[in-house]
């Protein structure tokens, strides 16, 4: 008799070890079972089949029933391989494997009732609805059973089934999501430098290949092709992008070319919809997973090409334990298919570039456009200047000139403000302060539309104020620029155009921003005003113009990545215009004209940014010359949050006495934002020359965990607030 090793669905670290069942028939390795554990019985995973036990086969429970076969063995390995590079319990990762919905049993497969032709039975000259229902599946072959009784009635229709004239199956039917973004696939040659690039890949050794390329210089072209490739071969496919940049022109290219053989995993679909893109993409119904940061645990064997599109995206890193980089868990999946995983960017972040320069991974490069078309030209104006004349507007005399040329030309504008967090929030003038989220520590934002305040952290609104909470004083003002205030403004200067508006307010919901690019797309307003969201992979032929309001914003941030996050925004919002024919041109409005950041963007010069960006990572010991690791310590009482600080950092203090050499920086501190969601803030901040601490820092922190105060570790972390 055989024993299943199972790990059961309960995430904590005290149940995180194999418990021995009794194999029952149909238990395989990676089914998913239910068990009988104490006095319930719950869901669990089989990680192994074995023979015999050590236990006392008398105690040995069996397996209580086989719910599915969820995980393929390569899921199961990967898991293995995660919990103990993140130390995280089992159970835990496991679940990143699964869509939520299934584990929780709220969704369920759907199915539709077909009814054809049964055994010949004699059918009534009197009754002709049944004669008429009879001839028509006659023609039409097996039909909905619904639709028929709709056309024929119930009575005819079930009589038809009793008596064997008609007999009835069922067949999985499948909710699919953006239905009728199928597009027309026009096959189309390559360019020779994307030929080239495909060659170099196929005749490369190495596992990483970065496809380093302009904005608009194929990349998109290039994945598809590779992807293509290891269809033909027999095998599947991941393709990763950032969440947003599933756009309606990405989705129906996908759909166009690959049909049914491509399957969309991401946040926005409903329950059922991700059920059924994950069941196809299990079943092999469907051969590549296309989605966002999540979708790299895809249920697809056999994979012959990885790919991550916009690597350098802060989206892929995760912000819930485990704290998993995409990349490394992709790299991990290329190494046990044997495939090759593409990193893709017009922006590749300074680790991965570092890599690829020194040979670690293959740089492959698309240095022009498509056709040659000319990248948009950046000019930048002096927002002192424009103080200085008066202007006390949003928009510089420059950016107000070109739009208006956009316009009459009949073309479109993107209009990016770098992050509405610093949107309008409110100041008392007598006191100056700010008001701020009683929960969170942030400063709120003020909403024109609804007139109220919001808290970006945790979604709280607030009434309009009508004095200072911290001195009463009436004398409140407004700071800053918000996207409702600039589509303000643009209303005025430009009655007669139209504006849309695309801010994480006006994207909820589900296909939100999807419908809002879509109107874009088919030129249904002139000016697109919005965030980060605008900026990435877009491709909108008509756009001749983006205007950049606040270059500076992301250049004050005190996180060592502020210019390479500055780099990479200005170079990807400005890559959204002058696409197809017309020349495109992009106004940078800085207070900071001389920054050497914003002069290396405004002339497309990446490899000029590396070099001064890693001299100046290797001068300041920051990654990828170190490794920066905080372990945040987080809990609603601040007497027990801090009661788990003073441990993990007593802890922590003890391996840094030991191994001083090893770290740049060890302390303990708030965190910048000292709450968020009524829970207290902690950390202990390490900057350490290698990751050979890292297991122990692991061990050390999450071990202090209590049931009130959560601790975990975060490795370079993409947000430091
Ligand atoms: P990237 O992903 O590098 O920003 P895209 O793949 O979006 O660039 O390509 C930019 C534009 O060039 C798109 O409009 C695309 O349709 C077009 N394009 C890409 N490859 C070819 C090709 N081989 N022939 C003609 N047009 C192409
Ligand atoms: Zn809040």
């Known amino acids: 008799m055989k024993t299943a090793e199972v790990i059961v669905d309960i995430g904590h670290s005290e149940v995180d070890k194999i418990f021995e069942y009794s194999a029952i028939d ?37 397996v209580a029933e086989v719910v599915d076969e969820a995980l393929t063995p390569e899921c199961l390995r990967l898991a293995e391989h995660l919990a103990a590079r993140y130390h995280c319990p089992k159970a835990i990762v496991l679940r990143l494997f699964l869509p939520a919905e299934m584990r929780r049993g709220a969704v369920h497969a759907r199915y539709t009732r077909l ?17 008429a229902a009879y001839a028509w599946v006659q023609e039409k072959g097996a039909c909905d059973y619904t639709r028929l009784c709709e056309r024929f009635g119930r009575g005819a229709v079930n009589a038809l089934l009793e008596k064997g004239a008609l007999s009835e199956r069922k067949e999985r039917a499948f909710r699919r999501p953006y239905e009728g973004a199928e597009g027309n696939f026009v096959p189309r040659p390559l360019t020779p430098s994307q030929q080239e690039v495909i060659e170099k890949i196929g005749a490369s050794e190495k596992t990483v290949q970065l496809l380093h390329g302009v904005t608009g210089s194929g990349k998109t072209e290039v994945y598809l092709n590779l992807i293509a490739a290891a269809l033909a071969a027999g095998r599947s496919a991941i393709f990763l992008v950032p969440e947003i940049s599933l756009t309606p022109q990405m989705l129906s290219q996908l759909r166009a070319r690959f049909g049914r053989q491509a399957a969309i995993l991401h946040s926005g679909l409903s329950a059922g919809e991700k059920f059924d893109e994950w069941q196809r ?34 989206s892929y890193s995760s912000e819930q334990n485990p704290r998993y980089n995409t990349a490394e868990v ?36 698309l240095p022009e456009r498509i056709n040659r078309r000319p990248m948009p030209e950046i000019e930048m104006a002096d927002m002192r200047r424009e103080v200085r004349r008066g202007n006390d507007s949003a928009f510089s005399s420059a950016l107000r000139e070109e739009l208006e040329k956009c316009l009459q030309s009949g073309n479109q504008a993107i209009i990016f403000l770098n992050r509405r967090g610093f949107a309008q929030s409110v100041v ?51 700071r800053g620029t918000g996207t409702q205030k600039v589509v303000g403004e643009l209303k005025k200067l430009f009655p007669a155009a139209r ?23 088919a030129h249904e307003a002139d000016i697109l005003v919005g965030t980060q969201m ?75 940014f590396f070099r001064h960006e890693i001299e100046l990572r290797k001068a300041t010991a920051f990654p990828p ?56 803030r902690y950390q202990v901040l390490m900057r350490l020359k290698s990751d050979a601490l890292l297991p122990q820092i692991y061990d050390r922190s999450l071990g202090k965990k209590t049931r009130d105060v959560n601790v975990y570790v975060e490795e370079d972390p993409a947000n430091l607030s």
């Open 26 to 62: 149909g238990v395989k390795e990676g089914c998913r079972v239910r068990v009988p554990f104490g006095r319930k019985v719950i869901d669990g995973y089989v990680m192994r089949l074995k023979e015999g036990s050590e236990i006392d086969p008398a105690r040995l429970k069996p």
């Open 115 to 131: 009814v054809e032709i049964g055994a010949p039975a004699e059918i009534p000259a009197r009754a002709k609805a049944q004669a």
């Open 281 to 314: 993409l299990r079943m092999g119904e469907a051969k590549i997973a296309i989605g966002a940061r999540s979708a790299v645990f895809a249920p697809v064997e056999n994979v012959g090409v990885i790919v991550i599109d916009e690597e350098h995206d802060g």
């Open 330 to 365: 992709a790299l991990m999946r290329a190494q046990y298919n044997g495939c090759k995983l593409i990193l893709g960017s017009a922006t590749p972040s300074v680790e991965t570039y570092r890599k690829a320069v020194e040979g670690e991974y293959e740089l492959l490069e």
């Open 428 to 478: 008392c003038r007598e006191c100056g302060a700010v008001v701020k989220c009683a929960q969170c520590d942030v400063p709120l934002t003020y909403h024109s539309e609804e007139g109220c305040l919001k808290c970006h952290y945790c979604g709280t609104s607030y009434r309009m104020l009508t004095a200072c909470p911290e001195c009463g004083g009436v004398h409140l003002s407004y």
């Open 499 to 521: 504006i849309l508006r695309m801010d994480v307010d006006t994207t909820g919901g589900k296909e939100g921003h999807f419908r809002i690019l879509k109107k874009f797309a």
């Open 534 to 608: 605008v900026a990435k992979g877009h491709d909108f032929p008509s756009v001749t113009l983006v205007g950049i309001l606040d270059a500076d914003m992301s250049l004050h941030f005190s996180d060592y990545r502020s210019g390479e996050r500055t780099f990479q925004l200005v170079t990807q919002v400005a890559g959204r215009c002058g696409r197809a024919e017309e020349k495109g041109i992009v106004i940078l409005q800085t207070y900071d004209p001389e920054n050497y950041i914003l002069r290396f963007a405004a002339h497309y010069d990446y490899k000029g």
């Open 625 to 680: 010359f170190a490794r920066i690791v905080r372990v945040m310590v987080v809990g609603e009482e601040e007497k027990k949050a801090l009661e788990v600080l003073k441990e993990v950092y007593f802890s922590l203090k003890e391996l840094f006495d030991a191994n001083r050499g090893e770290f740049l920086f060890f302390n303990k501190m708030k965190s910048p934002v000292k709450m968020i969601q009524n829970k207290f």
